[in-house]
Every structure is written in C-alpha cells, then in structure tokens.
C-alpha cells in the first residue's frame, strides 16, 4: 500500500483506504475510540449547558422565569461561551491530532496498541506547539 506523494487520489478511494486502515487493526479503532471518548463526553455535557442558556435567553424577555434571578443569564452566557473557548478548544485539537497521528502510519504490519500509543504521543509531542498556534490563529481571527 506504497503511496506517492504525487499520487492524487479519488474520495471514493481515499474512503475506501481509511475504512481498510481501520478495520484492519482493531487496536488502531479501539484507539481512537478512546482518543475521542472525553471529546464525545465533553460535546454532551457542553450540548446541555447551551440547551439551559437557549432556555434562559428565550424566558428572559417575558420575565417567566422560574427560581432564577435576572442576571443568572449573563453568568450562563459566560459560562457556556468559556466553555466553547478554552476546554472545547483544546480538546478538540488533542483529539484530532492523536487521530491524526495514530492514522498516519506508513507500516503494512498492525501495530501493537502500546507501540500505537507511544508513536502517536511522539508525533504529537513534536507537532503539537505548531498546531496549537495555527489553531489559536484560526479560532482568534
């Protein structure tokens, strides 16, 4: 599965090489399960804070709160805009370029899930500052 870096592939072709990647090596899909499991876990609870803040916003102007007093928006608002910002953020970058890494292999042989671990952490140790400021870049501008 040798391939050229001049090589252009189809979408249908390159769909088909990551299913093969994936299913050839169950360490690798149990791996990045795991890589994406806080992710997941992160996305639900972050889902339910904004679903309260959609809730109170759309109360807010007809004063029908229930037990809660005016200004627990503005702290909702800030609440859920931090969460987006700063854990969603790093999260996000974490788990895609553990994914990255992990699907980035050159070898034919399936790797171990300890060798699969340390290759991906090595990657991403010496990608992750580049990544971190072009991601910075991204969300700030």
């Keep these: 599965m040798e ?4 090589e252009k592939l189809s979408v249908m072709e390159l769909l088909k090489r990551a299913v093969k990647l994936i299913f050839s090596n169950i360490n ?3 791996f990045l399960f795991l890589c994406s499991l806080p992710l997941f876990c992160f996305l639900i609870f972050s889902k339910l804070s904004l679903q309260t803040t959609i809730s ?3 109360q807010f102007p007809s004063h029908n ?7 627990d928006l ?3 608002l800030i609440q859920t805009s931090l969460l987006y910002f700063f854990p969603y953020s790093l999260l996000d970058l974490f788990t895609t370029t553990m994914i990255v890494a992990a699907s980035s292999t050159s ?3 399936p790797l171990g899930m300890l060798s699969l671990v340390r290759r991906s952490a090595k990657i991403c140790q010496n990608r992750l500052v580049g990544c971190l400021i072009t991601s910075l ?3 700030l501008s």
């Design 3 to 6: 391939m050229k870096i001049d």
């Design 28 to 30: 690798h899909a149990f």
């Design 56 to 58: 109170l916003a759309y």
């Design 65 to 71: 709160q229930i037990n809660l007093p005016e200004n």
């Design 74 to 76: 503005i702290t909702w």
């Design 107 to 109: 070898e034919e042989k």
């Design 137 to 139: 870049y991204v969300l």
